[in-house]
């Protein structure tokens, strides 16, 4: 009989040593894709609040302003006016 000195079939002490390592690398792989996605989500988070707050300060402007403003103005270039 013929004795392999590599077996395909992993021993439970091994399997026991390398646990911990594969929890500790999984953990650390998704905790740098949460912070990848929290990232993304606080820029995405930046730029829709900067396109509201203009949104809001161009109505607001719209409101303050004189209506009739910009009509009481004369006309440039026509003379006698």
């Known amino acids: 009989m013929v004795h ?3 077996s395909i079939v992993p021993r439970p002490f091994a399997i026991a040593l390398l646990a911990p390592v594969i929890v500790a690398t999984s953990a650390a792989i998704l905790l740098g894709l949460l912070g990848v996605f929290v990232l ?5 988070a930046v730029l829709v609040t ?4 203009a949104d ?3 109505r607001l402007a ?5 209506v009739f403003g910009p009509l009481e103005r ?3 270039g026509v003379p006698g006016r």
Request: proline share 9%.
């Open 62 to 66: 719209r409101r303050l302003t004189p």
């Open 4 to 6: 392999s000195v590599c």
């Open 40 to 44: 993304w989500l606080s820029i995405v």
């Open 56 to 58: 809001i300060s161009r």
């Open 74 to 76: 004369p006309a440039v």
């Open 50 to 53: 900067a396109i509201v707050v």
